[in-house]
């Protein structure tokens, strides 16, 4: 049988092709944007280090709300809203509770998909629910001192409950804190997931214990900070504009 030098050009050639459409897809798949608008702007982005440096923001911010900030005005919501022990409990739970429903989704899907898209995601939703958290104190009114303790008890309880004439509507405003802690959930649920997997996956194997370490303490810090602002923010009047 007869060797065809022909069939072995063609087959080099088709390899190259190959390999020259892996290498764009590569280049696709790591420059910065969305869908095909990818400006050259962006671009300063699309490096290890820069990746590493939006993480570890993305870490310590997400430490310093969900685990600092949060518990830290869980007081100052009870008093102001007059939420039971049991609400606040939720509130500061539904956190827990929706990492625990969705993490196994979450890092199922995402460890087989695109992992900085899916982190994106999560840090957008977690801001969405950062905002609606803090919504209340804009859209109710303005809190006064002992209303409700210089209030006399006639006319103002009925079988033990304060009427609407005498303290506010609170279920409403407790309805938007579980909304945005299940948010916040879902956001966080990504970053210590499918955030470890990609810096293993996005550094050396000798390099990686560094950025992951850095990665971990960093996530140690965030509530530190959290609750050194919650603290200082305890300080000033909940209506700092009156």
Same mark, same amino acid.
Request: net charge negative; aromatic share 12%; proline share 4%.
């Given at each position: 049988?007869?060797?065809n030098?022909?069939?072995?050009t $063609?087959?080099?050639?088709?390899?190259?092709k190959?390999e020259?459409?892996n290498d764009?897809?590569?280049?696709t798949t %790591?420059s910065?944007g969305?869908g095909?608008w990818?400006?050259r702007?962006?671009?300063?982005?699309?490096?290890?280090?820069? &990746?590493?440096? =939006?993480?570890?923001?993305?870490?310590l911010v997400? @430490?310093? #709300?969900?685990s600092g900030?949060?518990?830290?005005s869980?007081?100052?919501l009870e008093?102001?809203?007059?939420?039971t022990?049991?609400?606040? @409990?939720?509130?500061?739970s539904t956190?827990?509770?929706t990492?625990?429903v969705t993490?196994?989704? #979450?890092?199922?899907?995402?460890g087989n998909?695109h992992?900085? *898209?899916w982190?994106?995601?999560g840090? &957008?939703?977690q801001g969405?629910?950062?905002?609606?958290y /803090?919504?209340?104190? &804009? =859209?109710t009114?303005?809190y006064e001192v002992? *209303?409700d303790a +210089?209030?006399?008890?006639?006319?103002?309880e009925?079988?033990? +409950?304060f009427?609407p004439?005498?303290?506010?509507?609170?279920?409403n405003?407790?309805?938007?804190?579980?909304?945005a $802690?299940?948010?916040?959930?879902? @956001?966080a649920?990504p970053?210590? %997931? #499918?955030?470890?997997s990609?810096?293993?996956?996005?550094?050396?194997p000798?390099r990686?214990?560094?950025?992951?370490?850095i990665? &971990?303490?960093?996530?140690?810090?965030g509530?530190a /900070?959290?609750f050194?602002i @919650?603290? /200082?923010?305890l300080?000033?009047?909940?209506?700092p504009? *009156?």
């Open positions: 049988m007869k060797h030098p022909e069939s072995d $063609n087959l080099v050639g088709v390899v190259e190959e020259e459409q764009d897809s590569a280049i %790591t910065c969305i095909r990818r400006p702007c962006l671009q300063c982005f699309a490096h290890p280090i820069a &990746f590493m440096m =939006i993480l570890n923001t993305y870490c997400e @430490g310093a #709300i969900v900030l949060v518990n830290v869980l007081s100052s008093t102001r809203y007059k939420f022990s049991f609400q606040t @409990g939720m509130i500061v956190i827990d509770l990492v625990l993490v196994v989704f #979450i890092s199922y899907f995402g998909s992992k900085p *898209r982190l994106g995601v840090v &957008f939703i969405l629910g950062a905002l609606l /803090a919504s209340p104190q &804009f =859209i009114g303005n002992g *209303r +210089n209030l006399t008890l006639e006319g103002c009925d079988e033990g +409950n009427s004439d005498c303290s506010e509507d609170s279920s405003v407790y309805f938007v804190f579980i909304l $802690n299940i948010l916040g959930g879902i @956001g649920a970053l210590f %997931t #499918i955030g470890v990609y810096i293993d996956d996005l550094f050396h000798k990686a214990p560094i950025w992951l370490g990665f &971990f303490v960093l996530s140690g810090v509530p /900070a959290g050194g @919650g603290g /200082a923010f300080s000033v009047y909940v209506d504009w *009156r």
